[in-house]
């Protein structure tokens, strides 16, 4: 007795394998596709970058010429650097520097007869006296120094009288 | 026959699936790698580009600015311009010096590659031509700093003649071996140091100017393919 197959045909396990190989031979032309165009994009865009890279590189060489034309320049602008950073060193310390040029500022304008009588400044102290036969001029001058502000701090360090020259006073700046 | 083909698709498309992967890696792998070198080259192009700008704008300045900096800090010790300086300030005001010496030369004292010597001179004179002298020495290339400075009456009732003793140091330093390479982004002066310019530019030139800058020299630099401008 033969054998019947009483199923449509549509649904015989044969053909739902053909079904199923025909979508995954669908899905791998999807697939296949989608990558290619992406692919595509991208093979295009990696040709774009390598011309971007190489147009730099030539800009670069162009402007690594330039500068060397400049080289001269380079080297004074350097030279001058290294100078003034060592200066920068040297002219750090500008306490004395500033005792003096207050101390002149003051000796400068002495009332008429007071006379700058000595100027001391090293690193341990600035120093600087004056000589008057007048105390009435000493005071004037005294005052001045008040006056100027040149100093925050004064030491009247000596104040000396001796008939024959005058007063003498010695004061010391900070 | 239906379940060869099955075995084809699948087959198919895992070699499909396989393709693309490993197709997209290598596409995204270049991909970021170019980037990161358009990058880098986009960075070394602006640098140069600055570079350029900046040396473009001080081209026209930087020959005295360089000329004044070699003259306030010279390569060779200065101890000689420095006393033919005072000698010759000091004659110009009728003074004379007594008792110069130039002391102890103490080589990188300060830790920045400077050279100093002590300059020791004592003149006797009235007390506007002494200030005057100190002004003209304190305002005069190469830099020296006033360790001491003392004036004193000569005479005890006060009087016309003073003797100033001085105490200076002079400095000097040797020049740079190297210089940047042409790819090295460019540093400008900072504002401190072009104060120190500023300031060192009100100084007088040294009296007897000799350009101190060499030409040239085919000198070849350690890390350079550059020759040593500096080189004497």
Same mark, same amino acid.
């Given at each position: 007795?033969?054998?019947?197959?009483?199923?449509?045909?549509?649904?015989?396990?044969?053909?739902?394998?053909?079904?199923?190989?025909?979508?995954?031979? +669908?899905?791998? #032309?999807?697939?296949?596709?989608?990558?290619?165009?992406?692919?595509?994009?991208?093979?295009? #865009?990696?040709? #774009?970058?390598?011309?971007?890279?190489?147009?730099?590189?030539?800009?670069?060489?162009?402007?690594? +010429?330039?500068?060397?034309?400049?080289?001269?320049?380079?080297?004074?602008?350097?030279?001058?650097?290294?100078?003034? $950073?060592?200066?920068?060193?040297?002219?750090?310390?500008?306490?004395?520097?500033? $005792?003096?040029?207050?101390?002149?500022?003051?000796?400068?304008?002495?009332?008429?007869?007071?006379?700058? #009588?000595?100027?001391?400044?090293?690193?341990?102290?600035?120093?600087?006296?004056?000589?008057?036969?007048?105390?009435? $001029?000493?005071?004037?001058?005294?005052?001045?120094?008040?006056? $100027?502000?040149?100093?925050?701090?004064?030491?009247?360090?000596?104040?000396?009288?001796?008939?024959?020259?005058?007063?003498?006073?010695?004061?010391?700046?900070? | 026959?239906?379940?060869?083909?099955?075995?084809?698709? &699948?087959?198919?498309?895992?070699?499909?699936?396989?393709?693309? %992967?490993?197709?997209?890696?290598?596409?995204?792998?270049?991909?970021?790698?170019?980037?990161?070198?358009?990058?880098?080259?986009?960075?070394? *192009?602006?640098?140069?580009?600055?570079?350029?700008?900046?040396?473009?704008?001080?081209?026209?300045?930087?020959?005295?600015?360089?000329?004044?900096?070699?003259?306030?800090?010279?390569?060779?010790?200065?101890?000689?311009? %420095?006393?033919?300086?005072?000698?010759?300030?000091?004659?110009?005001?009728?003074?004379?010096?007594?008792?110069?010496?130039?002391?102890?030369? %103490?080589?990188?004292?300060?830790?920045?590659?400077?050279?100093?010597?002590?300059?020791?001179? *004592?003149?006797?004179?009235?007390?506007?031509?002494?200030?005057?002298?100190?002004?003209?020495?304190?305002?005069?290339?190469?830099?020296?700093?006033?360790?001491?400075?003392?004036?004193?009456?000569?005479?005890?009732?006060?009087?016309?003649?003073?003797?100033?003793?001085?105490?200076?140091?002079?400095?000097?330093?040797?020049?740079?071996?190297?210089?940047?390479?042409?790819?090295?982004?460019?540093?400008?002066?900072?504002?401190?140091?072009?104060?120190?310019?500023?300031?060192?530019? @009100?100084?007088?030139?040294?009296? &007897?100017?000799?350009?101190?800058?060499?030409?040239?020299?085919? @000198?070849?630099?350690?890390?350079?393919?550059?020759?040593?401008?500096?080189?004497?």
């Amino acid at each position: 007795m033969s054998e019947i197959n009483l199923l449509p045909q549509d649904l015989s396990p044969a053909r739902q394998g053909l079904r199923l190989a025909a979508f995954l031979k +669908k899905v791998s #032309y999807i697939i296949l596709g989608i990558f290619l165009f992406a692919g595509t994009l991208g093979v295009i #865009y990696v040709v #774009y970058l390598r011309v971007q890279i190489n147009f730099s590189v030539s800009r670069q060489q162009t402007l690594t +010429k330039n500068i060397s034309d400049l080289e001269t320049t380079e080297q004074k602008l350097f030279l001058t650097k290294d100078r003034t $950073s060592k200066l920068k060193t040297i002219l750090a310390d500008t306490k004395k520097d500033n $005792s003096y040029n207050d101390i002149k500022k003051i000796l400068a304008n002495l009332p008429g007869d007071v006379i700058p #009588y000595s100027l001391e400044i090293d690193s341990n102290r600035t120093q600087f006296a004056v000589l008057s036969r007048n105390s009435v $001029s000493m005071a004037e001058f005294l005052n001045s120094i008040v006056v $100027s502000g040149e100093y925050k701090k004064l030491t009247l360090v000596s104040f000396v009288f001796t008939p024959d020259r005058g007063y003498l006073i010695t004061l010391g700046g900070s | 026959m239906d379940n060869r083909n099955l075995f084809y698709s &699948v087959g198919i498309l895992l070699g499909v699936v396989l393709f693309a %992967v490993f197709g997209t890696k290598l596409i995204t792998d270049n991909v970021s790698s170019l980037n990161d070198q358009l990058a880098q080259n986009r960075d070394s *192009e602006s640098k140069l580009q600055a570079k350029l700008n900046s040396l473009s704008e001080v081209s026209s300045l930087v020959t005295t600015d360089s000329q004044v900096a070699i003259d306030a800090l010279p390569e060779k010790n200065p101890v000689l311009s %420095v006393l033919s300086n005072i000698r010759s300030s000091a004659a110009s005001f009728g003074l004379t010096l007594n008792n110069v010496s130039s002391g102890e030369i %103490v080589t990188g004292s300060s830790g920045a590659g400077l050279s100093s010597s002590e300059i020791i001179f *004592e003149t006797d004179g009235d007390y506007k031509n002494l200030t005057s002298l100190i002004d003209i020495i304190k305002s005069t290339s190469p830099v020296t700093i006033f360790d001491s400075i003392k004036v004193t009456s000569q005479s005890s009732l006060g009087g016309d003649t003073y003797r100033f003793v001085g105490h200076l140091f002079t400095y000097w330093a040797s020049l740079p071996t190297t210089i940047p390479s042409v790819t090295q982004s460019f540093e400008g002066l900072t504002d401190e140091e072009q104060q120190i310019l500023t300031r060192i530019s @009100a100084l007088k030139p040294p009296p &007897v100017g000799v350009s101190l800058i060499p030409s040239s020299s085919s @000198a070849q630099l350690p890390n350079s393919n550059r020759s040593d401008p500096f080189s004497l």
